[in-house]
């Protein structure tokens, strides 16, 4: 696999744009993904531990056994609108909404 190396000048243009895409188990660890458009992508068993989620696009993204421990600026509103399970990994402030 290639990995792209981003220079700082341009992370502030760069916008993750993968609507259906399939990628389970996919690495997003700290990822930037302000304003990302990820719907209906199947992340099933994807990391997202500590990226940050200010006005991305969860709609239909399958996010079954995806960790999101430590993820920023995510909310209810956009994980209801994702598909989500009890092995989905939440973050802590967002755990009480599943319980419920």
Same mark, same amino acid.
């Given at each position: 696999? *290639?990995? =792209?190396?981003? #220079?700082? &000048?341009?992370? /502030? *243009?760069?916008? =993750?744009? =993968?609507?259906? /895409?399939? =990628?389970?188990?996919?690495?997003? +660890?700290?990822?930037? #993904?302000?304003?990302?458009?990820? %719907?209906?992508?199947?992340? %099933?068993? /994807? %990391?997202?531990?500590?990226? +940050?989620? @200010?006005?991305?696009?969860?709609?239909?993204?399958? @996010?079954?056994?995806? +960790?999101? !421990?430590?993820?920023?600026?995510? !909310?209810?509103?956009?994980? %209801?609108?994702?598909?989500?399970? $009890?092995?989905?990994? @939440?973050?802590?402030? @967002? &755990? $009480?909404?599943?319980?419920?």
């Amino acid at each position: 696999m *290639r990995r =792209i190396k981003l #220079l700082p &000048e341009d992370r /502030a *243009r760069f916008r =993750i744009k =993968i609507p259906g /895409a399939r =990628i389970p188990g996919a690495k997003f +660890d700290k990822g930037n #993904l302000t304003d990302a458009d990820l %719907s209906y992508a199947n992340c %099933s068993n /994807a %990391s997202f531990r500590g990226a +940050d989620f @200010l006005r991305a696009n969860l709609k239909g993204t399958i @996010l079954r056994g995806a +960790d999101l !421990t430590g993820a920023r600026n995510l !909310t209810w509103a956009q994980l %209801s609108e994702a598909v989500i399970d $009890q092995t989905t990994i @939440l973050p802590k402030e @967002l &755990e $009480q909404h599943a319980a419920e």
